[in-house]
């Protein structure tokens, strides 16, 4: 292990670093969550770093995916070693060029961090539907299964595509691959290089479109000879698991890591058997170790080569014990009679003298979350008298019925192994102070590290939730921490918002960044809290981060206070050791900013340490109430919003049955929704000036949240309207004269941008941004706003017909209306 | 029958036929061979032609595929039924929006003829590829094996798709279906408006998009609620197999043809059985006729609803007695286990009772010909005691060596049905001419009738051959004529150029366009066409086509006379009737042209008839040579000349092993072949006047050929060169002062279109056209030209670095030269 280099890096890191040193050219299209792959190909050519040849890459950005796959053909046929990166609906792109890349026996390599398909709705996060859409190109297709898999595989995508002649698909889980940070061993150039096939790459190059002795290729060939050409390309397949499986060997042999197109885990004489690709696999490997200890016989094949899809290479590994096979999909085919890799191993088994049983099963699409506890219930349901085929796992389908019980979740880590959660805002800098814990962690002990960020989709203010883990042993665990040792809530409202505790371990230690006393801070607790507190023996923790942070001058800025208070309390490390760290990476985050914005952040870790414990009174134990989360409801609202929406909000969708959706099968959701979630996540927010206010709108214009609009009322809609609420005559059009203009702020939806006060071209600014706590009278203000229409259709006829005027923020005025008030910036309303 | 209304037509033609019915929107994007469907719904909607709902559709052209299947996903969210038609490459263009059509549950009909991917070498040819690399997509997938099958089925797409919220692929074969004339049933739109199901449609309208209510759609899914909303639309998939069945079945009462999911055809007790999709299926039925007379136990399963696929309905016509299965796919997916219907069909077979053996093979692709011989290969495997499993049928694959042997190719129509080739040049009027050929027969006769037309990619003076047949029967023969009862020779030269006789069946019928006598044709006839006319008592008759044709004035134009001539000698309709017939004909294509032009083709029917009958000595079956035709060869050609050229360019690049490609595996094809091919299919070429030239070398740059070149040589290389070739001084510039400037025409590889000519802006012209054979001399300055390039790179250095002249005609001009010789049209030379 001595002379191993380890690297804390997330997956897309792995992959570029391997991709980098085997490409010539790169042809790009960022797109999420493949993105970092190119920025770091694009990073390093830029600096200048080399490639396994000596020699710098060449990076060209073109217009979109085909536009890529398009370069890359063509780069592949000038003789330079190309690779892209790319995703969902990108990869699609690709396809047409695909078959002819693969079709001209092009050693291409595209990593993909693959990820799901926009369908019923667009979704960014990560399933195999993506790459199973290119299963047919002619790609061959490699499947790593965790960051160091990157790092140890990937080479063999670039070496045996270059001996081969079989352009390569190498792919791993979005997000939970491609962005989980983990501390892995890094790929060493020197190493990989002497494992190039120089003989042919020689050829290749040789091969290359050359003026110097011209050939004709991208012909097109008619019925006489199509068939022929096509088959002629057999042998390439062939000969490919071998050729795939040699440099799995190679790497197995520099790494200490065993690698082959198909590897086993589990039990020698294992009766019952998953099949598998990508993150899940190390799950299922803590199952098994787990299971097995007590006596179980299962089994475990991941599938590293999918394509060419080896059925010796698949037999070679399968016990002769084997009773029952369950092979799980990451996507999902509807109206095909079972997922792509159920499909192959089907028929693998064909002609087989034994036949086990044969089932799948369909988990994790969109990244949703794949735990042990759900490997428990696959295995569970391979074993029953019955088990379900074509089964879903992850879900209650309370619809079709098909998906499996799940049991509660469970904790299978090696001892020793450290689990925490912290729960911050988005851009308050909680994940960049884990990012920085866990580099911390990795570089100055032996331990093992991983980090994962969970986000909304709201981003600046949104919700975010770090999950970090540390442990002597490599970390096999893609999923989300389920069972925390610790868990740190940085923004004071969220015990009423999320379900902060859930899973806490007995004996855990929770972290509350309290703006109250002790006491006060027991009376602001909600009753779950306190139960589950009280119920599991919880070591509770406070600090005031946000009064400290005021107090040594840097705002609103908690993290590093707060990432000390965890150093502090969950001893990972000596905290002497994280302290000095912690102030390195401050050096080094704010250097250039000068000795005081670094003595302030030198100042916020000394004082992360003032902790107080919370001592939690026995008697919260029988507090009258669940240790479960409630959700805010209110009868009055639609049901969509009490059911769906605010389970969602809560980050608690995950809870939702499929039933949940039945009256929005088609991906439909219902308008305005917004109008139930108020965010109230400014600190500042327009205050409008009525006197100084030109009318002009433009305010409006540039609001990225429509949170602010402008309105006109009447005499009579004036009266109704709340007390104090300032307008002005309208001052055009003649047609609108005597009525009153206003400029309406929702401070509950505005983010505090400031683009309306910044835009504003009066002589005296008509916004100015003013604290949200001042501003709060306003949210009635667009309450009016709200209730006054009765609904829009009545509405938008009036004015469509009277030609008259638009009152209502929500209403979308009608072409004459629009022409009266918009002038100069017509979307102003038409966003409404 | 009597009420039936049949339409002479192509499967593009009943399709658009249906799918004008029921679309309101067609959003179109046309690509071979999917084009006619698109034309044919501009062309109706142009005309204001309604459809079902009494309507007009409206026909929106996009800029590309992708923006076609982006305007349907749009148009049918906004509550209008909406189609498009393609094919290959423009499908895949499409599949990132038919994810979104699906998964938003919108009643989208695709109508697609299958064509192959471009791979090795792009194909405009007919298979499976591209609708097999939509199979995961969601979409439901409609096959159709004929003409009338379209007929009857597309309408099915539409109204399952209305009723159960899943779009429709519906796809047969490209050009063997998409361009078969057939006399055909035509659907009739009021017994089908009675099938739509209204509440359904009125539901869909009521979800459209619309401002009075608006709904949010084409949202963004995270992990937490991706997953259940995918599930939900399980239901959908569920229902749709007998939403499809049910109105398969109401399709089956108003057509008396049997429709179903899957239907099956064969001996009730089969053991051997067939599943395939596609025209194919026609050619499987008429073999089994064959063969269960015989005895045998033979079936077929015709897949017409693949995907929902419905292991149900699969099995609901499966005979129990089945032992054997083979299944046929069309497509090919290097590097899988099997191709995508085989793994299907083996899965269904999964946990069934009794467990047949099951096997794939693959055929037909890129419109490979499939034939009865062919299908009974894979009966007789399917019966062999260790069937071959993964292979290929159609082809010799002396590499892989998956290819089953063929036996000879039979004939097993039923009685009466008559056979016919016509052997023409591209744009002789032959192909026309066989076009009215069948609409006379069809619609005079009870008879149906059969078309396809065969080409090389030469369009303009290429091969073409017609294959025709009619019988009492509907025509199950979707494959060429291989055992012609008839064949005609339309162009003299091509029985030393082609294999035309080959399959014709003993005493059957040749007409030959001979410009000579009886006794000198006899001279000019090859050895082994007179060993083949005489062992198989061939009827042999010749017309001097081309002499009448100059006489009555029409000039080159024969296929009128030959029209007659065939109708003359087969009898397949009354001699009288067929000549009334034949001018009403002409009346409709030359009417306008005035009565000179009608009379001129009013003589060449009634002088077709002079027709002389050969007799046929009956020594020549003993001439000492075989009756294979032969190629041409030279020892001193390359190897890919004599080997794989020469075989494809005569027709017979179906004969070529998969090994004759042995060499240019990745679709590389050496580079000038066509100085191998020199094909003289010019009347006219253009002479050129070296006094008239003024050098600016504009002929050259319009020459689509590039048969036109400008040359430019030194003394020394003027005197090498054949006596008598003509030159001027050139003109420009001062570096060129004192060498010799030279206009060369390749009279060989011109077409003579007359470009050249046309474009010609000297004073007085220096290029006039003239007959062909007034230029022969010209061959060979040109082949001075070729000769004296000992190869370029030498050539491109010595201009490169002297900055002097460009000699050779081959040679691209290195840039210097390019400069100085080819102002003003650079292109000219480039690319030589």
Same mark, same amino acid.
């Given at each position: %292990?001595?002379? $191993? ?26 797109? =999420? ?54 995703? !969902?609906?990108?990869?699609?792109? %690709? ?69 081969? +002649? ?29 494992? /190039? ?55 197995? +042999? ?37 299971? &097995? ?21 698949? @037999? ?40 086990? @049983? ?16 759900? /490997? ?12 379900? &085929? ?56 032996? $331990? ?15 919700? =975010? ?71 599991? &023996? ?43 760290? @912690?102030? *390195? ?10 000795? #005081? ?29 669940? =240790? ?16 769906? %929406? ?8 995950? #809870? ?27 600190? /500042? ?45 309208? *001052? ?41 706590? !001042? ?58």
């Amino acid at each position: %292990m001595a002379e $191993k280099k380890f690297l804390t890096c997330d997956g897309n890191q792995a992959a570029a670093h391997v991709a980098y040193m085997f490409s010539e050219v790169a042809a790009i299209y960022p797109i =999420t969550p493949s993105s970092p792959m190119a920025e770091y190909i694009d990073e390093w050519a830029a600096k200048g770093q080399k490639n396994i040849f000596g020699e710098t890459v060449k990076v060209v950005e073109m217009q979109s995916e085909a536009g890529a796959a398009g370069a890359v053909h063509g780069s592949l046929q000038a003789g330079a070693l190309t690779t892209t990166y790319t995703a !969902s609906q990108g990869l699609l792109l %690709m396809i047409p060029n695909m078959y002819k890349i693969a079709g001209e026996l092009l050693p291409g390599v595209f990593h993909v961090s693959a990820r799901a398909l926009a369908a019923q709705a667009l979704s960014i996060f990560g399933d195999h539907a993506d790459v199973m859409a290119c299963r047919q190109t002619g790609f061959a297709m490699l499947a790593t299964s965790s960051v160091q898999e990157i790092m140890d595989l990937a080479p063999v995508a670039h070496l045996a595509a270059i001996e081969g +002649r079989v352009p390569f698909v190498h792919f791993f889980d979005g997000f939970r691959t491609s962005h989980e940070i983990q501390k892995v061993e890094a790929a060493d150039m020197e190493k990989l290089r002497k494992l /190039v096939n120089q003989k042919a790459l020689k050829e290749y190059r040789d091969r290359a479109l050359n003026p110097e002795h011209p050939v004709t290729r991208g012909t097109a060939q008619n019925p006489d000879i199509y068939f022929q050409t096509r088959e002629l390309q057999n042998k390439y397949y062939d000969a490919l698991p071998d050729i795939v499986a040699k440099y799995m060997k190679q790497m197995s +042999r520099i790494t200490g890591r065993q690698y082959a197109p198909f590897v086993y885990y589990g039990a020698k004489d294992a009766t019952d058997i998953i099949i598998a690709m990508g993150s899940i696999n190390d799950v299922i490997k803590t199952v098994i170790d787990k299971e &097995n200890k007590a006596g179980k016989k299962l089994g475990l094949i991941t599938v590293h080569l999918y394509r060419p899809f080896s059925v010796k290479y698949l @037999m070679d590994v399968m016990p002769k014990t084997v009773k029952r096979i369950c092979v799980l999909d990451r996507t999902k085919e509807p109206g095909a009679n079972g997922d792509p890799l159920y499909l192959d191993v089907v028929e693998a088994f064909k002609d087989a003298k034994k036949q086990p @049983m044969i089932i799948g099963g369909r988990y994790g699409l969109s990244s949703k979350d794949t735990t042990p506890a759900q /490997v428990l219930a696959v295995y569970k349901n391979l074993a029953a008298e019955k088990p379900m &085929n074509q089964f879903t796992v992850g879900i209650k389908d309370d619809v079709t019925r098909r998906s499996l019980k799940v049991g509660k979740e469970i904790s299978i880590l090696p001892k020793g192994t450290f689990e925490a959660k912290f729960y911050g805002l988005g851009a308050d800098g909680t994940v960049g102070a884990n990012k920085n814990s866990i580099k911390i962690i990795g570089d100055n002990t032996n $331990k093992y590290s991983q980090a994962y960020f969970d986000y909304d989709s709201k981003k600046s203010g949104g919700y =975010t939730c770090s999950h970090l883990r540390f442990g002597d042993q490599p970390i096999l665990a893609p999923y989300l921490v389920g069972t925390p040792d610790f868990v740190a809530v940085h923004v004071p409202s969220y015990l009423r918002k999320y379900d902060c505790l859930r899973g806490l371990k007995k004996n855990g230690t929770f972290l509350y960044n309290s703006p109250w006393s002790v006491a006060e801070t027991k009376k602001h607790l909600p009753d779950y809290v306190k139960k589950y507190l009280a119920l599991n &023996n919880i070591n509770m923790y406070i600090i005031d981060a946000t009064k400290i942070a005021a107090e040594i001058g840097l705002g609103n800025r908690t993290n590093t206070i707060l990432q000390s208070a965890f150093f502090k309390i969950s001893g990972v490390i000596p905290y002497d050791l994280a302290v000095e760290q @912690m102030k *390195k990476f401050i050096v080094k985050s704010y250097g250039k900013k000068g000795e #005081d914005v670094v003595n302030m952040n030198y100042a916020a870790v000394d004082r992360g340490g003032e902790i107080t414990k919370v001592e939690i009174p026995a008697e919260w134990a029988k507090l009258d109430c669940t =240790t479960d989360f409630v959700f805010e409801h209110n009868d009055a609202d639609p049901e969509f919003i009490n059911k769906v %929406m605010r389970p969602m909000v809560a980050q608690c969708g995950n #809870d939702l049955p499929v039933s949940a959706f039945k009256d929005i099968v088609d991906g439909t959701f219902p308008a305005g929704t917004t109008a139930y979630e108020k965010r109230g996540v400014a600190t /500042v927010v327009p205050e409008w000036n009525s006197k100084n206010c030109i009318q002009c709108n433009q305010c409006s214009l540039v609001c990225p949240h429509a949170a602010i609009r402008p309105v006109v009322m009447t005499d009579a809609e004036l009266k109704k309207a709340p007390k104090g609420m300032a307008t002005a005559d309208m *001052k055009m059009p003649k047609e609108m004269a005597g009525m009153h203009f206003r400029m309406q702020v929702s401070v509950m939806d505005c983010t505090g941008c400031g683009n309306c006060a910044d835009v504003c071209p009066a002589k005296e600014k008509a916004l100015v941004m003013k604290p949200l706590e !001042s501003q709060l009278d306003e949210a009635k203000n667009w309450e009016y706003g709200q209730k006054k229409v009765t609904y829009k259709d009545e509405l938008i006829d009036k004015y469509a017909n009277s030609h008259s005027r638009c009152s209502s923020s929500r209403v979308p005025a009608p072409a004459a209306a629009r022409r009266l008030i918009s002038r100069p910036s017509p979307n102003s309303l038409v966003r409404a």
